[in-house]
């Protein structure tokens, strides 16, 4: 089993509609959890943390499930400019070692 | 403001040749710095560890020697492509890690063309 599955998608919405991803992972114990958006030909870069309360950034809303092992992120209204792959990143204990998912495609469509 | 910065963005080499690319941390030590490599539209791939003061550790599968790494400094990693194909041809991106929560930060990536 990998570390960290993610469905690679892609999501086609229309603007204004939500749009939820999840990211599952298999290491009960790991610390920290990340939303990174990657635009086509960039390098990936941080959305948000995720905290076991789940936290909100604007229409971004990200939440931590422990007991099903699985981080989500949800958009809501979303804009053209949302459309980019959506990568999650856990990190399973304190350390250097990082699990990357395979990233999620969306694409908004006008 | 950025956080790690690499370069060079893009370069182009003929076959047979190096390539050198650097990533810096800015205002921050970084002892530990990741290099990746991302062929279009895949996934990343670590490609190797880079500590600060000792020898990378590389994964299954990288060439330790075709693929050097040396991170002589707090703030300094680079990546030299030796001997390079056009097979090698791919987006090269390092990261480091900052804060409490470990958070990893990205380079902004090296378009590496061998011709």
Known sequence: RKEVE?????????????????????????????????????????LMSVYSSGNEDGRFTAQLNRASQYISLLIRDSKLSDSATYLCVVNPNTGNQFYFGTGTSLTVIP | ????????????????????????????????????????????????TSNEGSKATYEQGVEKDKFLINHASLTLSTLTVTSAHPEDSSFYICSAVLGQRNTIYFGEGSWLTVV
């Not at chain 2, 690319?21 to 791939?45: G, H, N, V």
């Open chain 2, 1 to 48: 403001g950025a956080v790690v910065s690499q370069h060079p963005s893009r370069v182009i080499c003929k076959s047979g040749t190096s390539v050198k690319i650097e990533c810096r941390s800015l205002d921050f030590q970084a002892t530990t710095m990741f290099w990746y490599r991302q062929f279009p539209k895949q996934s990343l791939m670590l490609m190797a």
């Open chain 1, 6 to 46: 993610q469905d690679p998608g892609p999501f086609n919405v229309p603007e204004g509609a939500t749009v939820a991803f999840n990211c599952t992972y298999s290491n009960s114990a790991s610390q920290s959890f990340f939303w990174y958006r990657q635009d086509c030909r960039k390098e990936p870069k941080l």
